[in-house]
């Protein structure tokens, strides 16, 4: 459903710039005014629990910080490195069934040619390239502001169960992308490349395989001050990726809001309608999960 609900954009939404320049950058910004401070390079280690079960702080290295709650904001990835070290989470199954989940390899890239190619649509979603690889490509051109005057085109390229390409030196790699981005749009077999870079993520994006639904986490956890955020909690508003992150974030945020009573609740803003023939195609698919319920009964997604 990701890419056929809204077909024009498929659920991505570019920021009119970089994300750190957008959106982190403002948001620390506000962080800041309000009297916060945030601090990097600490890496959270485990929690601390007091004798009636309520956490009251996070340990960082040698570090210890109070807290009155605790909100995990991370990858699933980054999830499960804090459970390896986390003798208090270990000890609680909701996050040990953590290790079940897992993540895939993406490899992102941009390139700058030396002239304008026309793409029909900003956004686009490929496949058949390779056998286990499905990837997309953007014109920034369009997308971000950055670059709406530029003489040439300038794409981004991502690449998803990219595993196979890692490897392949940065070379390799844009020489593919121009391979294929010729295949897709005939303009960029005559373009030349003016510049490129390529940023490798292992297990950079959660892995949604069939029967990970189970090990999912709510927003809220058996350590009632505890609260969970992320692409892979389970949420019923019914946004995706970067966007469901964000939007379990702020539904993390209000219920600490709501336990304190204290602070301005955040709104949110519910995702559009899908369109008719994805609501026919959930609809079948909803038929024919209760059906399986009987057979296999936490397997499906909801």
Not at 96 to 120: A, H, P, Q, Y
Not at 150 to 172: C, K, M, R, T, W
Not at 211 to 222: D, F, K, P
Not at 281 to 295: A, H, M, P, W, Y
Request: with cysteine.
């Amino acid at each position: 459903y990701f890419i056929l609900a809204h077909q024009p954009d498929f659920d991505v939404v570019w920021c009119r710039g970089t994300v750190a320049k957008m959106i982190f950058k403002p948001w620390v910004e506000q962080i800041e005014k309000a009297g916060g401070k945030v601090l990097t390079n600490k890496r959270v280690n485990d929690i601390i629990i007091d004798h009636t079960g309520k956490a009251k702080g996070v340990i960082c290295g040698d570090e210890c910080f109070e807290a009155d709650a605790v909100i995990f904001a991370v990858s699933i990835n980054g999830m499960k490195k804090i459970l390896q070290s986390s003798t208090m989470l270990q000890s609680r199954k909701e996050f040990r069934n953590l290790m079940n989940l897992g993540g895939i390899d993406v490899l992102s890239t941009r390139l700058w040619f030396d002239r304008k190619v026309e793409i029909r649509h900003p956004s686009n979603a490929c496949f058949g390239f390779d056998a286990t690889t499905g990837w997309t490509f953007f014109d920034l051109n369009a997308l971000h502001d950055e670059y709406r005057d530029e003489p040439g085109s300038v794409i981004e390229a991502d690449f998803y169960h990219a595993n196979q390409l890692l490897p392949l030196s940065d070379q390799q790699i844009i020489q593919k992308v121009q391979r294929d981005l010729g295949t897709c749009v005939s303009g960029f077999r005559e373009a030349n490349l003016i510049d490129s870079t390529v940023i490798r993520v292992p297990q950079g994006v959660t892995h949604f395989a069939p029967g990970s639904y189970q090990y999912m986490m709510q927003r809220t956890t058996s350590i009632e001050n505890v609260f969970m955020s992320g692409d892979w909690i389970i949420t019923r508003h019914g946004s995706w990726s970067q966007e469901k992150a964000y939007v379990t974030g702020l539904e993390a945020a209000n219920l600490v809001i709501r336990r304190f009573r204290q602070g301005n609740l955040a709104k949110i803003i519910p995702v559009d309608a899908d369109e008719f023939h994805i609501q026919v195609t959930r609809k079948i698919n909803k038929t024919v999960r209760e059906f399986g319920q009987t057979l296999f009964s936490n397997f499906w997604l909801p």
